[in-house]
C-alpha cells in the first residue's frame, strides 16, 4: 500500500498571545486516521503565526479541515508528520 497525502489547513488559539493562528500542515500516511492519532500523541508541532510560540498538538485544541493532496504539492512543503508505519 502506497502512502497517502493531504493537507491540513487548521485554526487554534495560541495559548500565549490568545490570538488565533491558522496555517497549513503537509501528511503522508497510509491511512487518513493517523492524522488525528499523530495529534493526539503530540507528533506535530504548530507555530503560531503571531507570536511564532511553537506548541505540541497533545497541547493544544486543533480544529482543521484535512483535504487529500498529490504526491507532489505535498513534497514541495515540508511535512508535518510522515508515517513510518508498514503498509
Known sequence: MEK???VDT??????KCKKQSMESAYFAVFEKP??????GAGLVTYQCSNCGTTHK????????????VSKAEALKHKLAFESKGSA
Request: negative net charge.
Open 57 to 68: 498538538s497533545d497541547r493544544v485544541w486543533v480544529n482543521g479541515d484535512v483535504v487529500e
Open 10 to 15: 487548521y485554526f487554534y488559539v495560541c495559548p
Open 4 to 6: 497517502l497525502y493531504f
Open 34 to 39: 493517523e492524522i488525528g492519532a499523530a495529534r
